[in-house]
């Protein structure tokens, strides 16, 4: 256990004007916990955390209830749980990720002219970590950092479709879903035929689907699990993405980023479905590229 002291509640510098007491007490607890005091004796550590009990056990409820710590399995004491262990990862994750990306992105934007983007997964919207745009008159707006709805925007429709549709269920389960055109699903079964369109496809496509006059297509970033942990999509006015030989010049690049992105993130290709799947590679290509030019 560390011998760490930590200054009373009351300690203040000019310069922590700014700090939030409530969170620092928390985070003082967190670090303490990862040191080794498991919070055995409750008088000890609220005295070495210079706070009182009553607060040392609504933090310990409230940390708890947010999955950062859990109660030992001797049942004595605590430990860090997986809430923040998970966030903890995902931190990693995120940076290796986004470097692993950015050269690909910035590739695929120079080589089709068009804007290219990474998002991820976060409840129910997506959020994008990556934004590259070509030396081109049109270049998407959208920053890093912005927020969609997943269900709307094909980043996050890529990704959905393919998880277990069990789990989308569950993640959907008393959602409102907002329509942003006419084209958006907002019913569980509207959601479930255009997952299963994308999927098969193996690329979500939008054509003003999410903003009229702007097109775009998305496709799959998968880990070693064969898990997808993110999606990359490539946007720009409808006239770029007009004929079907751009469609599928167009679908084959962003096919080919995906694939670079999994595979340095340890993808070994498509895992088999439990029912077996009978179709190579060659024809899942060409089943996206007729969905592109359809």
């Known amino acids: 256990m560390s011998d760490r002291r930590y200054p009373d509640d009351s300690d203040e510098r000019d310069d922590d004007l700014y700090i ?16 080794g005091d498991h919070v055995t004796n409750m008088s000890r550590t609220a005295r070495e955390l210079g706070i009182n009990r ?29 809430g923040l262990i998970g966030l903890t990862a995902q931190a990693f994750f995120s940076e290796d990720l986004v470097q692993t990306s950015v050269p690909v992105l910035t590739r695929l934007a120079e080589n089709l002219s068009l804007s290219a983007h990474l998002g991820v997964l976060d409840g129910l919207e997506i959020v994008y970590l990556v934004r590259r745009v070509p030396n081109h008159t049109f270049a998407s707006n959208i920053r890093i950092g912005s927020r969609l709805p997943a269900h709307a925007a094909n980043m996050g429709r890529i990704i959905l479709a393919h998880l277990p549709p069990e789990r989308v269920d569950r993640m959907y389960a008393g959602a409102e879903l907002k329509a942003v055109t006419p084209h958006t699903a907002v019913t569980p079964a509207q959601l479930h035929a255009q ?5 098969t496809a193996g690329l979500a496509w939008s054509n003003g689907n999410y903003e009229a006059g702007i097109s775009s297509v998305a496709a799959a970033i998968f880990d070693a699990t064969d898990t997808p942990i993110a999606a990359l999509n490539v946007s720009g006015q409808a006239a770029d993405f007009a004929g ?9 690049h962003v096919q080919a980023a995906a694939a670079e992105i999994s595979h340095r993130l340890g993808w070994l290709g498509p895992a088999r479905s439990a029912s077996g799947s009978n179709q190579s590679s060659g024809e899942l290509k060409r089943n996206a590229t007729s969905r592109a030019i359809g």
């Open 20 to 35: 939030s007491p409530p969170v620092q007490r928390a985070a003082r607890l967190l670090r303490h916990i990862a040191e």
């Open 54 to 82: 009553t607060t040392l056990l609504r933090l310990l409820h409230t940390l708890e209830a947010e999955r950062f710590i859990e109660p030992r399995p001797e049942g004595q004491g605590w430990r860090i749980g997986i």
């Open 195 to 199: 997952f299963n369109a994308d999927r």
């Open 244 to 252: 079907a030989a751009r469609r599928s010049q167009i679908a084959t």
